[in-house]
Every structure is written in C-alpha cells, then in structure tokens.
C-alpha cells in the first residue's frame, strides 16, 4: 500500500544541535515531494518542493535532499523559532491531484 | 505575498445543524482543496476543484459535503448537517497548477470546526 511515513515522531534539540528529519514515501510515479513547515494552530507553510532523485535545496538552516525512497530535511544550527512541526506531502501519478501528508515530525529547539 | 484567507477562524455548532466554511484562494490559482486535520492526526485531503467542478474526492467527502465558487473569489466547504466527528481543522488551499509543475499547495490558517 502507497505510504508517507515520517520519523522521527517527535526531536528535541538544543540550540546549534544539528541534526535531520526523514520522510519514506512507497508511491508509484512520484510527481514531487513537497516540505511544509506547521505551527500551532496555523496552516501549513510551504518551504520547498523536490522532483528527482539527487535534487537538493536550501533555504536559510534548512536543506531537503531526495532519494528513490526517501527525503531528508536537514536542520543546521537550528535556533528556537525553528520550533514547529514539519510535514512532508508527496504527489504521485495515482494521486492524482491530491497530496498525501506524512504525519509530521514535531521539533523542538530549546535555547 | 498573496495568501489564501479563511473565515471564521472558530466554529462551533451542534450536531444536525449546517455550516458553510469560506475561504478566498490566492487570486491567479486555478486549482482549489479543501483539507481537514483532526487534532493530533495526519492532514486528510476532502476535494480538489477545478474550472467550477469537483475534480476529485476523497471518500471522506460523502454527501453531506459539498464545495462552491459562487462569484470570481470566494470558495466554500458546505457541510449539510454536521456530526460529532467533522470536528476537526478544516484547510483551504489553492495551486497554480494541479500536478507537478513546481505548483505546490498554498494553504490558509484553517477553520476550526467544533461539533457540540
């Protein structure tokens, strides 16, 4: 069965601990993995979309890789209103056009 | 930066009565979601609507459910008589394009819905 799976659960690092956060996904025809950042009681915010495998990209402490099977966020130096849950979403060809969202990974950053 | 604006913020109603969820997509989008997360859960996608017709639906979007563009701007999610479980948050979101493209989802900060 087609997934989106996030882990860890739940990441608690100090400040400048860096650290990373993978999402696995088992979808035929991926059209594009997609990383949003959530914080409470907020709609999801989009930070970056991946393609292909090998594809990078960055934006300030962060940077998302993709593989054949999986997505890495990378978190360097993260400071404390880096605090939020972070989901991955995946697009894929029997999708259609709907996105499947991973359950999330919630991180926080304590000063 | 254009968003996509949702109204109310809170709702709360009780259970049999209808309510109607709005929301204002980023203005040059052509394709618009709806989505729902119920607290401490995955985001569940409802609707995808498209040149003024549902495009596709999940199986959580039954028949008390149903989505609207009633002029150029507005975009509402009808629920006919809502139930204890709807409580949940309900998302707009809206895209340039439906697949690929480099169109990712852009979402408003959601209605909470809450059933008494």
């Known amino acids: 069965e087609d997934q989106v799976t996030q882990s860890p659960e739940a990441l608690r690092l100090q400040e400048g601990e860096s650290s990373s956060l993978n999402c696995s996904y088992t979808v035929s025809g991926l059209r594009g993995l997609f990383w949003y950042r959530q914080d409470p009681g907020k709609g999801p915010e989009f930070l970056f979309t991946l393609y292909s495998a090998g594809e990078e990209k960055e934006k300030e402490r962060l940077k998302a890789t993709l593989t054949k099977k999986e997505s890495f966020l990378h978190i360097t130096a993260p400071k404390p209103e880096d605090s939020a849950t972070y989901l991955c979403a995946v697009q894929a060809e029997n999708y259609g056009q709907n996105f499947v969202f991973g359950p999330g990974t919630r991180l926080s950053v304590l000063p | 930066e254009p968003e996509v604006t949702q109204t109310p913020s809170h709702q709360v109603t009780q259970m049999g009565q209808e309510v109607i969820l709005r929301c204002v997509p980023i203005s040059n989008h052509l394709y618009f979601y709806w989505y729902r997360q119920i607290l401490g859960q995955k985001v569940e996608f409802l609707v995808s609507f498209y040149n003024n017709e549902i495009s596709e639906k999940s199986e959580i979007f039954d028949d008390q459910f149903s989505v609207e563009r009633p002029d150029g701007s507005n975009f509402t999610l009808k629920i006919r008589s809502t139930k204890l479980e709807d409580s949940a948050m309900y998302f707009c979101?809206?895209?340039?394009?439906?697949?690929?493209?480099?169109?990712?989802?852009?979402f408003g900060n959601g209605t909470r819905l809450t059933v008494t």
């Open positions: 979101a809206s895209s340039l394009y439906g697949q690929g493209g480099n169109s990712p989802l852009h």
